[in-house]
């Protein structure tokens, strides 16, 4: 696992944006896994300016997202395929079908995660996985005291997680209980990983997953054992880490 440590989060996010347009080029028809989440939005503004300006084309490449709220149709504002409609595919040139997003709607939703592993699986498994961290450590939405070796599948989300993703909600609504999930074991496939974390109030998570044991109670922890995971945090993601000096301001 590589650890990078930028000063900020536009040069986290824009190092983020380097390696994905790096693997794009030397693979135009690379099959991306992509997160939604706070973290996530100025990396999508950064991918559509750089689409903009010539520097990158997703013309060939498919993407394959890792959650979304069961019972959430696409047309919910508050859904994650139309959270990626409007912050990313709508702005740049994936052709029509290349995107994919587990079925929250679906009146059997187990039977869509287990549709939806397979689809991957049919593409030929996921070239780049991008992730972000949830406060209490989880990736995607598999959280804590979970399996290792999850599949794609229902989960059910920690107070914890509804809680910190009450922000994107009004007032008057809560966040769904429960989400389709690409799972750890499908994550621990992709053939690169990169989790991108910024902010004060993950880095307790931060710290969990890089330093702690691997363990079920952190499953974004289960990267320490990935072939080729590289962690990008600014410094506030990283201000808890014991061993800072082992992980060099890139
Ligand atoms: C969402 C996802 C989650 C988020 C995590 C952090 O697709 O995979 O694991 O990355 O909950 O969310 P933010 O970035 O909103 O703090």
């Known amino acids: 696992m590589r650890v990078r440590v930028l000063p ?12 994905l347009c790096e693997i794009l080029a030397a693979k135009p028809d690379s099959v991306l896994g992509l997160a939604t989440g706070g973290t996530m939005e100025p990396l999508y503004a ?7 300006s010539g520097h990158v084309s997703f013309a060939q490449a498919k993407s394959f997202n890792l959650d979304e709220y069961v019972g959430m149709g696409p047309d919910h504002p508050q859904s994650y395929h139309h959270f990626m409609q409007r912050r990313f595919f709508d702005h740049v040139d994936f052709q029509p079908g290349a995107n994919h997003l587990p079925d929250g709607a679906s009146p059997d939703p187990a039977q869509a995660a287990d549709a939806y592993e ?26 804590p005291h979970g399996s ?28 769904p209980r429960q989400a389709v999930t690409v799972g750890l074991a499908t994550i621990m496939d ?12 993950k880095n307790w998570a931060v710290h969990a997953a890089l330093e702690g044991p691997v363990s079920t109670r952190t499953p ?12 990008v945090l600014d410094r506030m993601a990283a201000s808890a880490l014991e061993f800072e000096d ?3 301001l890139a």
């Not at 974004?220 to 962690?231: E, G, K, N, R």
């Open 190 to 201: 992709a053939r690169r990983v990169i989790l991108l974390a910024t902010g004060q109030d």
């Open 118 to 143: 397979a689809s991957i699986r049919d593409a030929g498994g996921i070239d780049l996985q991008i992730l972000g961290i949830g406060r209490n450590g989880h990736i995607g939405f598999n959280e």
């Open 46 to 52: 950064e991918l559509v300016t750089r689409f903009r």
């Open 220 to 231: 974004a922890s289960v990267l320490q054992t990935h072939p080729d995971a590289t962690i």
């Open 8 to 19: 900020d989060e536009a040069s986290a996010v824009a190092l983020v944006a380097d390696r």
């Open 246 to 248: 082992r992980h060099a």
């Open 148 to 175: 290792l070796c999850s599949r794609t599948r229902v989960e059910t989300l920690a107070p914890s997680t509804r809680e910190a993703n009450q922000r994107f909600f009004s007032e008057d609504q809560t966040p």
